[in-house]
């Protein structure tokens, strides 16, 4: 059936007096609620929400809603009526947001317009805090439960790979509308089950229950019938962006199959897709909405509306509603929503603890930063506590950039102990050019100590490396000499060009101040040429009793272990440190697919993500460190199914001749099965 004959045979609301005769009017206290810029309260919410629903206008005149953010506080303030926040694509026009704080049921909307510079500028117009009864009737923050089987469609947006699946397990979203006037307005919608029912391939119904009246989505569509949702699924990254056009309708044939318990919405939406798209956000990712830490200084939304209620009707009330405690007004309106949503039909659970989960991320600053040679500086990180680790170990570095969290990792060259971590990076690419750019003052995150390769023994030592492969063995030489102890350091070290030697003058120095213990041996290859594998051999003849820590590029470590494999070193005297190029890219699956945890659990696996950030993301006791498949910390077994796996990475052939995978570089082909 064509859109035009579905709406010819449905009983359509076109009037605002239509609305009001089955919908009822807003009370008087609704719009008493409302400001025209961010108060402290608000500033103080946007501080702690770590996403928010955004409907904007495009360049070409249409629309989308997405979700922005990563963190709390991703929202900067600059005034009362300007905020700004990072945001991918080219937003335009009128605008609005919903912020949302995991754990917490109101919503505060804001409302504007936007301007696009290097972030998303936003001049706020309207304000409000929007009531729970969306988030209650969701469930958003409660454990996901199973999603019914999604009906079979043939053709239509709505037949794309995996958009039926994640609408019959949606039970939230953020409705975008806009009216004629420059107005924008998104609204949380939650339903019991899925917020938006399948009619066909290019057809969705939406519920309109009993709500607070304000029925700005209603009226905007009378207007300007274009509208866009986000939807989520607890437990996944994924989020499903919808545009299309839509009409209210009260026809009782509709209404009833999206009644509860007998009791039917008052209207639904009926909704004309144009378009559909399940993504993974980022956003999403980085709020950890699934998984949040406990906020105890979120603050009462309920009783910040009580506050603008009182400072839009007089001192008074103003004063009245200060001398009542927050935690009377939080029951007396739990109460409530529960009273008003059972009657509709929900069944309302319990809130869910928000219990502490360890962050594995720590925020350090900038202290310094030290030029070592023109394509190399050192980084000097500090958070006021020591950094305990192994000397040769790494750090994962964390930040955004463009909008994006990004993480590479990067070997200590500090010793460990201290409050001051050092890294030094070389420009390579984009995130090392990053770092190069960093100042004074400047914060990031790090996660660590990983990785295998370290000091194991007290014994004399033998370091080769290329290049930046210096980082891990100045941490050990550095280590080393800081103690009174007798072992000796060779260290056979290669470069391009003596100007391109990092750590040349302070390995100059540790030379002559400890000439019994250090002896260094440089090779500059512009010079010398590079090294082969009787040079290493015959380096490293009168070494062959001792540890060998090798740290570099690919070809230069199967010259050298080549050359101690015929010197006769044991293989567990021989400790090696790849640097690569980076992973080459696997391939990826089109549709999500599903993850088991033997014992443990399931998760969602958006395309693209990794098992790691799934399962992360749904909460599931996955182990794991750097997150870049360097450490081995998230080995698991694949018992079923098929992924694809980034390579280089650091298994060893036995894992993979027995079926090991790391969860953070393998994404899947099909349906997987791990053990942990």
Known sequence: MSWENKLKDDHLLTTVEDIGSIVGRAPSMIGLKQLKALDEGCVTVLSHSPIAGFGHRVADGGNTTTFVGGRPGFARVHSPTRISFPCDGAATGPASLVFLLPGVGETLRVNGSVRRGTDVVFDVEEVYVHCAQAVLRSGLWQPPTPAGPAPEIDGGPLARPGVADFLAAAPFLALSTWDTKGGSDTSPRGDQGPVVRIVDGRTLLMADRRGNKRTDSLRNLLQDDRLSFAALVPGRTGVLQVRGRGRITVDPARLEPLALHGTPPHAALLIDVEA?????????????????????????????????????????????????PEKWLRAVMNLAYRSGLRKEGYEIAAARPRAAVENPLREVRVAEVRRETPSAVTVVLEDGKPFDFRPGQFFTLVTDIGGRQVRRPYSASSAPGSTRLEVTVKQVGRFSTHVHGLAVGDRLFVRGPSGSFHLSEDSDVVLIAA???????????????????TNRIAFLYSNRSAEETIFA?????????????????????????????????????????????????????????????????????????????????TAVSATPQRMRVENVGEAVVEPGQTLLDAGLAAGLPMPYSCTVGSCGECVVKLRGGKVSQQEPNCLTPQQKAAGQILACTSTPLTEVIVEV
């Not at 559909?276 to 830490?293: G, K, M, N």
């Not at 200084?297 to 009707?313: E, G, I, K, Q, Y």
């Not at 820590?549 to 010259?559: A, H, K």
């Open 276 to 324: 559909a798209e399940l993504v993974v956000s980022d956003a999403v990712t980085q709020a950890r909405l699934w998984t949040a830490d406990a906020d105890p200084d979120v603050p009462d939304l309920m009783a910040l509306a009580s506050r603008h209620l009182a400072a839009n009707t007089g001192s008074r009330l103003l004063g009245i509603t200060r001398l009542i």
């Open 467 to 485: 290049g930046s492969g210096v980082t891990p063995m100045m941490s050990m030489i550095r280590t080393l000499l800081s103690t009174s102890g």
């Open 505 to 585: 003058a302070e390995l100059e120095r540790l030379g002559e101040k400890h000439p019994g213990r250090l002896a260094v041996t440089h090779v500059v290859t512009s010079r010398d040429g590079r090294l082969d594998v009787p040079q290493v051999r015959e380096w490293a003849t009168t070494h062959a009793g001792a540890r060998f820590y090798l740290c570099g590029p690919e070809p230069l470590m199967d010259t050298v272990q080549q050359a101690l494999t015929e010197l006769g070193v044991p293989g567990e005297h021989v400790h090696v440190e790849r640097y690569t190029s980076g992973p080459s890219a």
